[in-house]
């Protein structure tokens, strides 16, 4: 209640209120919060857009587990199309976007909305976002052929729009660290890194002309087309994951893009799945996807070590909650394996926005210890961890793990 409640009051209609009166307004705000029942304790009465809004909050937010009496709040948008597509259009016009995505989400989870998304004039009505895209995908097993159209233009929506926020920098600052990892001895005088060079040239110093004299130079390596290192993208795809996995898809076929990087993609439950030749499009990747089911790391980590073949340029990166299903101490063997090889390891929690994950602390730990420490990370953040992982230096583990 507390979403709908703090941004009724940003929103809403002022009618029969003086905005001028803080007093009114707080009144005003706490009538929509709590519903309008008598134990809310405001005394006020909504009228027009006041309470077409109300009205909205009470189809979701209302108590649906006590019979209705009086104006007491009762969830429910009916189990029909229409009611449900005309609440969606009430809430995109009094809500902002921000807010309509999370009431989106409350009704799917709170009343069970998910198979009217399989409906084409349904999923038409919906605000588009990384949430509805994981709930389509855990539904497209069962959806009909006259929604898979429809379905796919709302996840390519979403994808084009992550890509557009994520694609130019993650690049960027990869191309700076794959350049920064080839670093030469002998550089051109424009090809010079001084910073590192200075740094690494401090014994040099003399005192009496206040300057270092360079023994040696480091350089920047000339870009080059070809492959400098190798990214395996190793993606649990069970329920929980499904933001990580909406995610990872763009940022792989990102990667993909790029022809010093050559990446490949796998996701994973009790199965393994390579994806690797649909990276071109991620729209393809995330319907080659299967949200649910369990969850054997150990065997995806198998496969994805068969596809090593240069280890000291390789970064693995696993993204999981770390729930394993399999064989434990055969998957943290071949963490070890990996990492002895000269693999940079890298363990995502989860790769998205949605705050601290739920994830299985004894394995995180077991992996911390091997010198592969776990750790949630955003999307803003991906490129950042990438490039230390690249360049083989400390990742830029959050505060907050």
Request: glycine letters at 8%.
């Amino acid at each position: 209640m507390t979403v709908s409640g703090a941004t009724a009051g940003g929103t809403a209609g002022t009618e029969g209120y003086d905005v001028r009166d803080p007093a009114q307004e707080r009144l005003r705000r706490w009538r929509l919060v709590l519903g309008g029942d008598a134990a809310d304790g405001t005394g006020c009465a909504l009228s027009g857009r006041d309470a077409a809004m109300d009205g909205a909050l009470t189809a979701l937010y209302g108590s649906g587990d006590k019979p209705r009496t009086g104006r007491e709040r009762s969830a429910g948008l009916g189990a029909s199309a229409p009611s449900v597509a005309r609440w969606l259009g009430d809430i995109r016009t009094y809500f902002p976007s921000s807010v309509v995505q999370v009431m989106q989400r409350d009704a799917i989870d709170r009343l069970g909305l998910s198979t009217l998304l399989l409906e084409p004039e349904m999923l038409e009505a919906v605000e588009a976002d990384v949430h509805l895209v994981g709930t389509l995908l855990s539904l497209n097993k069962a959806m009909p052929e006259t929604t898979k159209e429809t379905a796919r233009a709302v996840v390519r929506k979403v994808v084009e729009d992550l890509e557009k926020r994520l694609a130019t920098r993650t690049r960027a600052t990869l191309t700076g660290a794959l350049d920064r990892s080839a670093r030469v001895n002998r550089p051109r005088h424009h090809d010079i890194d001084w910073n590192r060079t200075i740094a690494a040239n401090l014994k040099h110093y003399l005192p009496e002309y206040r300057t270092v004299v360079p023994e040696r130079l480091i350089g920047y390596g000339r870009a080059s087309q070809s492959v400098k290192k190798e990214v395996v993208l190793c993606i649990d795809q069970s329920g929980s994951m499904a933001a990580s996995v909406v995610y990872a898809s763009v940022f792989g076929a990102v990667l993909a893009s790029m022809r010093s990087i050559s990446t490949r993609l796998v996701v994973f439950d009790t199965a393994v799945v390579d994806l690797t030749d649909q990276l071109d499009d991620p729209v393809d990747v995330l319907f080659g996807t299967q949200l649910g089911g369990g969850t054997d790391i150990n065997r995806a980590l198998a496969y994805c070590q068969s596809q090593i073949t240069r280890p000291a340029e390789t970064v693995v990166v696993l993204i999981s909650d770390l729930y394993e299903g399999g064989i434990r101490d055969e998957m943290l063997k071949r963490v070890a394996a990996m990492k002895a090889s000269g693999v940079q390891f890298v363990t995502l929690l989860a790769l998205s926005d949605e705050g601290a994950p739920a994830y299985d602390r004894e394995h995180a730990a077991a992996l911390a210890s091997l010198g592969a420490p776990a750790f949630a990370c955003t999307p803003d953040l991906f490129p950042e961890v990438m490039a230390a992982a690249v360049e083989k230096r400390p990742l830029p583990i959050p505060d907050t793990v």
